[in-house]
């Protein structure tokens, strides 16, 4: 529901506006951020691996999935870190008008999901290293897995709406 009101609020102040992006705001980093879109999309296949290993019994690979999954997770949020600090150095921030607004409260929300999604991550394979999980008891790894997808697979959307548009 909240990323489907600042989708909303996105798609129709961004079809009001007469210039977008307004003039004199920094260009966002479209082929970093496309790498770093990729990434993410490895990492929720990482995912899906390690649920899909854990449910054959698996919980050595179950293991190495999630830490890549969390890695390439940490990176996502590392180059979108780098290129924030970047934008804000170029003048896009809160303050710098809808634009600005809008950006930074649709991509800063979701890194905070994203961070949030590492630390449940990191949850899950601490659980899996003190061999909490088997094939009949992986509840926690698909409750892990839901938001994790829902991370992963809303940043697309995400970033062809802000990124693209």
Known sequence: MFFGGLVTAFLVLRAEALWWPPPGQ??????????NTLLLLMSGFAMYKGLDAIRHGDSK????????AASLGAIFLAVQGIEWVRLIDNGLR???????ALFCTIVGAHGVHVAGGLIALMAVMARTARGHYDAG???GIEACWIFWCFVVLLWPVLYVMVYLS
């Open 61 to 68: 690979l179950l293991q190495r999935r999630l830490t890549i």
């Open 137 to 139: 008891n992986h509840s």
């Open 26 to 35: 920094p260009r966002l980093p479209v082929i970093v951020t496309a790498f």
């Open 94 to 100: 809160v303050t710098s008008g809808l634009y600005g």
